[in-house]
Each structure stands twice: as C-alpha cells, then as structure tokens.
C-alpha cells in the first residue's frame, strides 16, 4: 500500500528522529487538532519517549504542537489497541464487510481517553489505520 508524506511531515519526521533516536514510521501533520503524530517503529517508544518523557517534550517544545506517539504492530487489530492509548483496549474485531471496520471494546471508565480531547484520538486512530491497514473505521464497543 502505497503512503504519500508532506514535505512538512517528512521534515518533522527527521527532527524528531535526531532528537530521539528512534525510527519514525510515519508523520501525520493534524490541523484540524492541531498536533503531530508520529508512527514509531515497534519496540522503539521508550526512545522516543525519552527519560521522564524528556525527548518528547522537547520536540514538542520546538515544534509548539501537541505530539500524539502511536507504536507501530504488524497486524491491524493490535495496531488499532496501539492507537487508541493510553485508554485500556480489551479485544479489537476487524469486520469486512462491506467497509473494513475495528470494533474496539474499551474499558467503560476510558472511554474519554480513547475518543480524546475534541475527537483527537479517535481521529487518529481512524486515519492511521486507513493509511496502513485499510481500515474503514474505527468504533469504540
């Protein structure tokens, strides 16, 4: 499946991955939530994350957005459950039918952080996994 990145993203790709050191899979530039989110390699996070969260912050510091880290997985159904963090996933269901659609349950009590601010999670859990895996939709069971 063939991805296209913005000149932007690809830039905000190689600034945070010389800062952090840790390989970057993918950069979403978000106006409409006003963030950047950036796919990190799997087993990659704590790199990114950096001691006390400091790597990230100073990317977000230089940059003055929010920055949302979403660890890449090989399948779609964990993908999805990486998504949606920091909300407690329990079980994701991929249906194809007519549309690719991921049913995630989600404990009742994160149901907020899994949606986000305004949609934002949520938001971006949809897109990524449309550019990576062909999913359709999220939804949040």
């Given at each position: 499946m063939k991805r296209t990145i913005?000149?932007?993203?690809r830039q905000l790709l190689a600034h945070f991955e010389s800062e952090t050191d840790a390989t970057i899979r993918d950069c979403i530039v978000d106006e409409t939530h006003d963030q950047v989110i950036f796919l990190v390699e799997a087993g990659d996070m704590s790199a990114a994350i950096g001691p006390g969260g400091k790597h990230v912050q100073q990317v977000?510091?230089?940059?003055g957005k929010r920055i949302k880290l979403v660890e890449d997985a090989d399948t779609a159904e964990a993908f999805v459950a990486n998504a949606l963090?920091?909300?407690?996933?329990y079980h994701v269901t991929i249906s194809e039918n007519d549309d690719v659609v991921a049913y995630a349950e989600v404990e009742q009590?994160?149901?907020?952080?899994?949606?986000?601010?305004?949609?934002?999670n949520i938001d971006a859990a949809?897109?990524?996994?449309k550019r990576h895996f062909d999913v359709d939709d999220v939804e949040l069971t």
């Amino acid at each position: 499946m063939k991805r296209t990145i913005s000149d932007e993203a690809r830039q905000l790709l190689a600034h945070f991955e010389s800062e952090t050191d840790a390989t970057i899979r993918d950069c979403i530039v978000d106006e409409t939530h006003d963030q950047v989110i950036f796919l990190v390699e799997a087993g990659d996070m704590s790199a990114a994350i950096g001691p006390g969260g400091k790597h990230v912050q100073q990317v977000q510091d230089d940059l003055g957005k929010r920055i949302k880290l979403v660890e890449d997985a090989d399948t779609a159904e964990a993908f999805v459950a990486n998504a949606l963090a920091p909300a407690a996933v329990y079980h994701v269901t991929i249906s194809e039918n007519d549309d690719v659609v991921a049913y995630a349950e989600v404990e009742q009590s994160d149901t907020g952080a899994a949606i986000g601010v305004d949609g934002r999670n949520i938001d971006a859990a949809r897109t990524l996994a449309k550019r990576h895996f062909d999913v359709d939709d999220v939804e949040l069971t």
